[in-house]
């Protein structure tokens, strides 16, 4: 019992970071109908923005009270990260808006693969480690040595990402279900030509739903970075297929539903890895997927196209 517990902390804590890059592409899929695969490399860049600011304040500003590091961190990562998402939406995909679909999914890879090769020339290939900064935690189970019984606990690491989660989530919901802006964003979702007719400034909403996306993937940057401590040019690419599936099978297009699948592909990773094999994790993850997708093709919380004519 105390290893399934410990388990479902550990799945919950992964699955909160999918969760929030998930966002960045269910957001985006769902105003404009393209698939942002570049956005797995904004949650990279993010993560090293964050450790290049950590390590100026920290070592050549000599900062060293970590709660004020940490959030100008935060505040630093998401303006830099948001600021590359815009510029990425600006010129590479606002230029092939109007043109056949596949053209901005073909420049989305291409984007891609150039965000990961600059980082890779300007970063170096080597993996960037950064030392534990938040440790200790709260012990919910301590069982019996003798027994061989684990302890179960709820690291201070796992509670922030898990509470920084539930508290963007519940901001960006309301602010799409009650602000201006969310009600731009629903109506470019409809249908951006009448959008536009009934003066809704189309191109300056899908900016910042990029702007928005790209702010997530920071603080899911920033998360990855403090909770495993080593980041490379290549984990964007890994994270981001991860989230996009997390999205898929909560229902592109819907915040709760990728929500929903970030948590689900965490749980599905951690718990195959503890109880089967480490090696076959992302085998199931993408069978489930799968599974879920012949039953429910819109996913798990996803609303049925409706094609207009």
């Known amino acids: 019992m105390e290893y399934f517990v410990q388990q479902l902390i550990n799945g919950l804590t992964l699955g909160s970071i999918y969760g929030l890059i998930a966002i960045g592409y269910t957001m985006v899929y769902g105003i404009i109908g393209m698939i942002n695969f570049a956005h797995g490399d904004i949650f990279m860049i993010g ?58 999914l073909i ?15 300007t970063q170096g290939a080597r993996v960037k480690p950064l030392p534990p900064q938040i440790q200790g935690g709260i012990t919910l189970f301590e069982g019996n040595a003798e027994t061989g019984a684990i302890v179960v606990q709820l690291s ?81 690419f890994l994270a981001g297929i991860k989230a996009f599936t997390a999205a898929v099978l909560g229902g592109i297009g819907s915040l709760p539903g990728a929500m929903l699948g970030g948590l689900l592909i965490g749980l599905i990773e951690v718990f195959w890895s503890g109880y089967f094999t480490v090696e076959y994790k992302d085998v199931a993850a993408f069978s489930i997927l799968a599974i879920v997708l012949i039953f429910l093709p819109s996913g798990l919380l996803g609303r049925p196209e409706v094609e207009k004519v």
């Open 47 to 104: 993560s090293f923005i964050a450790l290049t600011m950590f390590l100026v304040l920290t070592s050549v500003l000599g900062f060293t009270f970590l709660p004020v590091v940490l959030l100008i961190v935060l505040i630093v990562a998401m303006l830099f990260t948001s600021a590359w998402g815009w510029t990425v939406e600006r010129l590479a995909y606002r230029p092939l808006r109007g043109s056949f679909r596949l053209a901005p």
């Open 107 to 121: 420049t989305a890879i291409g984007m891609s693969i150039l965000l990961q090769n600059f980082v890779r020339v």
């Open 156 to 236: 201070y690491m796992q509670l922030i990402i898990i509470v920084t989660t539930v508290v963007l989530m519940t901001i960006f919901s309301l602010i799409i279900a009650k602000t201006p802006l969310g009600r731009s964003q629903r109506a470019c979702e409809q249908d951006r030509r009448m959008a536009a007719l009934l003066g809704v400034n189309v191109d300056r909403t899908i900016s910042l739903t990029f702007l928005m996306g790209a702010a997530l993937a920071a603080v899911a940057g920033l998360m990855f970075l403090l909770l495993y401590g080593v980041i490379d040019f290549y984990i964007g």
